[in-house]
Antibody
């Protein structure tokens, strides 16, 4: 059974760096074809894709966020880490990590973690 | 402003049918498969339709998807109160090199 779970701070101050961890189980991050993505959702708003990392360490980023993002994986720990610099109140959102089924389809999602950016 | 356009809301009585449109362009829906997600209140999104018209295991056949040119449609028949949720379409945009989602449609069962 595939599961994902996000963890990280619930509150960050403006200009700080956010680090979120997605811990996965039921699959290996090194298996051919595997990908894990991050998607966020501001309160009351739509889903917004953030980034994705693949089994071969290939990475893709949202064009609007690319300059602030880094996505990495630790296969031995079954973790995917997303770093976002220079946080702003508009980055307040629920952040989800999700398992890539194929192409850019996400079939299993974590429960999400709420991040508030405020001083 | 989302790249994919969905109506903000649709509604119908129990047992009736609703359709949700998702309008895009040649660089996204026109070139790639569309997926649909259901988000029940307070929960994470759930994959509902894959490859524009395929239902993952466990998804009732009351849910259906179709695609034509640069638009896609999600249909829900036999509407139930448990179907009240937000629904999102998503695909890849070749021009943006990004996953794109619609703005979401809230389904209300009257």
């Amino acid at each position: 059974q595939i599961t994902l779970k996000e963890s990280g701070p619930t509150l960050v101050e403006p200009t700080q760096t956010l680090t979120l961890t997605c811990t996965v189980s039921g699959f290996s991050l090194s298996t051919t074809g595997v990908g894990v993505g991050w998607i966020r959702q501001p309160p009351g708003k739509a889903l917004e894709w953030v980034a994705i990392i693949y089994w071969d360490d290939d990475k893709r980023y949202s064009p609007s966020l690319r300059s602030r993002l880094t996505i990495t994986k630790d296969t031995s720990k079954n973790q995917v880490v997303l770093t976002m610099t220079n946080m702003d109140p508009v980055d307040t959102a629920t952040y989800y990590c999700a398992h890539r089924k194929h192409a850019f389809v996400f079939d299993i999602w974590g429960p999400g973690t709420v991040v508030t950016v405020s001083s | 402003q989302s790249v994919l356009t969905q109506p903000p809301s649709v509604s119908a009585a129990p047992g009736q049918k609703v359709t949700i449109s998702c309008s895009g362009s040649s660089s996204n829906i026109g070139s790639n498969y569309v997926s649909w997600y259901q988000q029940l209140p307070g929960t994470a999104p759930k994959l509902l339709i894959d490859d524009s018209n395929k239902r993952p295991s466990g998804i009732p056949d009351r849910f259906s998807g179709s695609k034509s040119a640069a638009s896609a449609t999600l249909g829900i028949t036999g509407l139930q109160t448990g179907d009240e949720a937000d629904y999102y379409c998503g695909t890849w945009d070749n021009r943006l090199s990004a996953v794109v989602f619609g703005g979401g449609t809230k389904v209300t069962v009257l």
